[in-house]
């Protein structure tokens, strides 16, 4: 180590393994030591996207090929992808896992006449982060199966940290739901290792062909991923979870735990799934994406409470995602992925940003009703601006990074010709420009209070600061689109010229 170089250190290749390694040793440091739990998961969070960065510039400037974790050869080592995807949704986790820490520090107090909620919430949190990490770079379908599942137990419990018969109730929804997925995937792998012996997504790209076993194999994974990422009409469990959990849960619950299993069938669809005719399940996925779009929407205008109301929204949010997989025609395959990377990259701090803000308003009025907020003014009064500011990319209005993933989504639309997704577009955007309107209204009622509620600075600044990095997104969408293509199974341009 003695006069390497600063830049050859930075350019190892291990600091992917470390953004593992990191939070899940923190984790148990943080059960074993409770007292200084929050102190151990401040430290990894501010850790973490310095190995982050390390890791992309250890790709960018290098180059995408995996590696194995332990030295030993494909096929019988752990292979960890370093590829676009994976730098990007790393990244993201580590911004946005940063911001959460920082939030709970407040929203978890040192002397919380709940110590279980702060004594536990460190270590599963950490384990949540760790296991994310994991998933983003695994390279066979087996070990995806393992970091999911380690996600979905994880989240089960942070749900369930709340306490109370609700909460337990939708934590053990999810736990039946998740389990029920990961049955459906674990099934589909199972066909497909019986048919080539092997579970590495690279190999099994180049060996599978059209027959029934794999389409059923398909299927299977398909359906499970599709629970799990809560996509219309299996979207039963996610309202619930996320508004019974806690505000810093719920964020990372929206951020993280539902882009998991999408980020899977991203691989599989584009990796693992090219030989087989896909138009037919493409389509259908589109379908029930764009159904989810209005009714997440028009489900969200007529909440009464802030959580379930942003919980709806992710529920359209998903559909968006939903779209790629029929906008991935050969001459729009780069914008659909491109599109698809970068919505969830605005959404995930623009959600969590709209959970912080939700969770301060209920930590310090007791309740997130929305006539709650009438006549917020004072502190309250700026997180509602706040919320606006996060919702902007929710709503897809320029500069933000969400209105620049909806442009790439309607050019893929019209160079493929299925100018049906355009309405489906604009009417989400309508909707979710009328649900803010509506807790802005609330917020902005002439109503006089005797008083305002003291909150902390350590509650009021991370919202913010997730909320102008998602309006920022747009502004420097180039960078991440391109850290997005590194290695990425696709090709073409990301906006496509329209031909006469």
Partial sequence: MRNRPLTELFLHQQWLIWLTLLPLGAAVAAFLAPQQARWIGLA???????????GILSVTLTHADPITAGGWPTPLGIELRRDGLALVMLAV?????????????????????????????????????????????????????VTLELVT????????????????????????????????????????????ATVDIALLGEMISATRL???????????????????????????????APAPVS??????????????????????????DTFAVGHLLGLLGSIAIVWGSLMALRQERLKLL?????????????????????????????????????????????????GTIHHTAGSDRLSRLAGAGGPVGVLAVVFTLAA??????????????????????????????????????????????????????????SSYPVIPWVMKWPPLVLSVIALLFGLIAYEPIQIALIGAPVHGSIMVEMTP
Avoid at 172 to 189: A, D, H
Avoid at 254 to 269: C, F, H, T
């Fill in 392 to 449: 902007t990319t929710i709503i897809g209005l320029p500069p933000s990074g969400g209105f620049f993933a909806k442009w790439i989504f309607i050019n893929a639309a019209l160079v493929t010709g299925q100018w049906w997704y355009l309405p489906i577009i604009l009417s989400g955007t309508l909707l979710a420009a009328a649900y803010i309107a509506r807790v802005l209204g609330w917020a902005f009622l002439d109503v006089k209070r």
């Fill in 93 to 145: 986790t580590a911004l946005v896992g940063f911001i959460i820490s920082c939030y709970a520090l407040g929203y978890f107090p040192v002397h919380d006449r709940h110590y279980d909620k702060v004594r536990y919430f460190w270590p599963l949190w950490l384990f949540l982060w760790g296991s994310c990490n994991a998933l983003f770079v695994s390279g066979d379908l087996f070990n995806l199966y």
């Fill in 251 to 276: 964020a990372a619950l929206s951020a993280l735990v539902v882009k998991a299993a999408y980020v899977i069938l991203l691989r599989l669809w584009f990796e693992v799934f090219p030989a087989l």
């Fill in 214 to 244: 794999n389409h059923a194999a398909m299927a299977l994974m398909v359906a499970g991923l599709v629970l799990k990422s809560a996509l219309f009409p299996l979207h039963f469990w996610l309202p619930q979870a996320h508004t019974m």
């Fill in 44 to 54: 990894t969070a501010l850790l973490l996207p310095v190995c982050a960065l390390a």
């Fill in 310 to 358: 942003i919980a709806y929204s992710t529920v359209a949010q998903i559909g968006y995602l939903y779209l790629v997989f029929p906008l991935a025609q050969p001459e729009t395959m780069a914008a659909a992925w491109t599109g698809g990377v970068l919505l969830m990259m605005t959404h995930a701090c623009g959600k969590s940003a709209m959970f912080m803000v939700a």
């Fill in 153 to 196: 137990l994880s989240s089960v419990a942070l749900i369930a940290l709340e306490g109370g018969k609700q909460a337990l109730a939708a934590a053990l929804r999810y736990l039946f739901i998740g389990l029920l997925g990961s049955l459906s995937y674990l099934l589909g792998v199972g066909l497909l290792y019986g048919s080539y």
